[in-house]
């Protein structure tokens, strides 16, 4: 196969494969923020703010070692384990609107996770120092392969990046754990009330979807690479 064919052959797997995946991603994250925006113009009667819903999903786990700061910029919120620190933004930290407690109490669910030993989130620890490397150096050592027919190269850069798939398979389940803990544990001590949880679960659905997405982006240029290994192969 001429060096010509095979690249119309990618960019014609790329069309097909990844493309759509791409498409749904950003769809994904236009829902999101899209949620987002329309939950955090609904207020919570009681009143607490993402902070403090946070606090309360600690304090129901008995967590003791792990503190709330803020941080800067929109919908970076997270959960720290190196340094027992949950993150806010800073449209969530102060707001004592349903998504910015949705996000909160998510994050907190996070924190759960560690304190409790959730396998998932060990097994993707322990994926990830590959993973991370997969995820930069995966496709361009597979792509550099195919370019100087060393199908060997070819083979360890899509090695490389299944890891990074591994990944974020792991994460599905990750995520949407801590979804369940924050929303169980948000009915269980009411902290907001059944409609306006409504609103915080729709909202933490959205952010879900984004996961869903980048897994699909993932597997399709994981078949990507494999169709174009057989296919040089042919």
């Given at each position: 196969?001429?060096?010509?064919s095979?690249?119309?052959?990618?960019q014609?797997?790329?069309?097909?494969?990844?493309?759509?995946?791409?498409?749904?991603?950003?769809?994904a994250?236009?829902?999101?923020?899209?949620?987002?925006?329309?939950?955090?113009?609904?207020?919570s009667?009681?009143r607490?703010?993402?902070?403090?819903?946070?606090?309360?999903?600690?304090?129901y786990?008995?967590?003791?070692?792990?503190?709330?700061?803020?941080?800067?910029?929109?919908?970076?919120?997270?959960?720290?384990?190196?340094?027992?620190?949950?993150r806010?933004s800073?449209?969530?930290?102060d707001?004592?609107s349903?998504?910015?407690i949705?996000?909160?109490?998510?994050?907190?669910?996070?924190?759960?996770?560690?304190?409790?030993?959730?396998?998932?989130?060990?097994?993707?620890?322990?994926?990830?120092?590959?993973?991370?490397?997969?995820?930069?150096?995966?496709i361009?050592l597979?792509?550099?392969?195919?370019?100087?027919?060393?199908?060997?190269?070819?083979?360890?850069?899509?090695?490389f990046f299944?890891?990074?798939?591994?990944?974020?398979?792991v994460?599905?389940?990750?995520?949407?754990?801590?979804?369940?803990?924050?929303?169980?544990?948000?009915?269980?001590?009411?902290?907001?009330?059944?409609?306006?949880?409504?609103?915080?679960?729709?909202?933490?659905?959205?952010?879900?979807?984004?996961y869903?997405a980048?897994?699909?982006v993932?597997?399709?240029?994981?078949?990507?690479?494999?169709?174009?290994?057989?296919?040089?192969?042919?």
């Amino acid at each position: 196969m001429s060096y010509f064919s095979f690249y119309y052959l990618s960019q014609y797997y790329y069309i097909i494969l990844v493309l759509p995946m791409i498409i749904f991603s950003l769809v994904a994250s236009a829902r999101v923020n899209s949620a987002f925006k329309k939950y955090s113009s609904v207020y919570s009667a009681r009143r607490l703010t993402g902070a403090q819903a946070a606090f309360e999903i600690l304090r129901y786990y008995g967590i003791t070692n792990v503190q709330i700061e803020r941080v800067s910029g929109n919908l970076t919120d997270h959960y720290d384990p190196r340094t027992n620190v949950i993150r806010l933004s800073d449209k969530v930290h102060d707001s004592t609107s349903v998504a910015a407690i949705g996000v909160a109490c998510h994050e907190a669910g996070h924190a759960a996770q560690y304190a409790n030993g959730y396998i998932p989130i060990k097994i993707r620890n322990l994926v990830f120092p590959v993973a991370s490397l997969g995820s930069k150096a995966g496709i361009p050592l597979a792509l550099i392969g195919f370019f100087i027919n060393s199908e060997f190269l070819a083979v360890i850069g899509v090695v490389f990046f299944s890891f990074a798939v591994l990944f974020q398979l792991v994460t599905l389940p990750v995520e949407f754990n801590a979804s369940s803990r924050a929303l169980s544990v948000i009915s269980a001590t009411d902290i907001l009330s059944d409609e306006e949880k409504k609103g915080a679960s729709k909202v933490l659905r959205a952010a879900a979807m984004t996961y869903i997405a980048a897994l699909a982006v993932s597997l399709a240029n994981l078949l990507r690479l494999i169709l174009m290994i057989n296919r040089r192969r042919d």
